[in-house]
């Protein structure tokens, strides 16, 4: 069960019980003793527990561990789910668990990420050929996309996983600074992944046409995509497959252990 079907389920589940309580009110409300009869005796509801502070959710190793102090500490961690050098390149980059939660959160609202991993954006041009009068995405493209593809393939799934939920403490606190209230960074992330997963690379590469100065697709059904998805398009369908296919791994590793 997703985390969105629990929080319906229990929401639905505590109206029954006081709409439950509502009823029995009405029926035996005219059967309560008077003023003269014997009083009730109420139990005492008890004091609910406070939620836990950041320091008490951490792990021993992440002890004393703030979101402005925890760059060096996911640089160890995360550098360790993979032996990619260009990793290591990326950890470089500071606010690292800021930047993740933003892309997430944007992912998941149909926005591209690429304000949050500028780092990330490949230094060779957008290309098209030409076919007569009309223009399609050179497949030479989509080798621009290789690397990320390729780091993002080699974490380890299990690691990853784990390493998420060890972080999550500091990732519920930046997303707090950016959530509307009642929101879940854990919904974030099954939204992000399920938005991406909805992406069917075309088996041939797409038709473009310009539009000012950008290119925009021909197909409709493509274009309507949102940037977030389309950003996903433009990796090309061999590295968009086989993001794909990770992402449904992590999700299963996520849920597993949930």
Do not use: C
Not at 98 to 114: I, K, L
Not at 153 to 163: I, R, V
Request: a negative charge.
């Amino acid at each position: 069960m997703s985390s969105t079907t629990k929080v319906i389920a229990a929401v639905f589940a505590a109206l029954l019980v006081v709409a439950a309580a509502v009823v029995l009110w009405l029926l035996f409300a005219a059967d309560e003793p008077g003023p003269e009869g014997p009083v009730a005796v109420t139990t005492p509801l008890p004091e609910p527990s406070p939620t836990p502070t950041l320091a008490e959710r951490l792990s021993a190793r992440l002890a004393g561990t703030t979101l402005q102090t925890s760059d060096a500490v996911v640089r160890e961690l995360v550098g360790q789910l993979s032996a990619r050098p260009a990793l290591t390149k990326w950890l470089a980059h500071e606010d690292l668990v800021r930047r993740f939660v933003a892309a997430v959160d944007n992912v998941g609202n149909g926005v591209s990420p690429t304000t949050q991993l500028t780092f990330m954006r490949p230094e060779e041009p957008f290309k098209v050929v030409q076919r007569g009068d009309r223009f399609f995405i050179d497949p030479a493209s989509y080798d621009r996309y290789d690397l990320p593809t390729q780091v993002f393939l080699s974490l380890d799934t299990e690691g990853t996983a784990a390493l998420y939920r060890e972080l999550e403490p500091l990732v519920d606190e930046a997303y707090r600074e950016i959530s509307p209230p009642g929101s879940s960074f854990a919904d974030r992330v099954e939204a992000a992944i399920d938005h991406l997963l909805e992406v069917v690379p075309p088996a041939e590469p797409p038709q473009v046409e310009r539009k000012v100065v950008t290119w925009v697709y021909v197909d409709e059904s493509l274009e309507n995509l949102s940037d977030a998805q389309k950003q996903l398009l433009r990796m090309g369908p061999e590295n968009a497959l086989l993001i794909k296919a990770k992402l449904r791994e992590l999700k299963a590793e996520l849920s597993a252990n949930s």
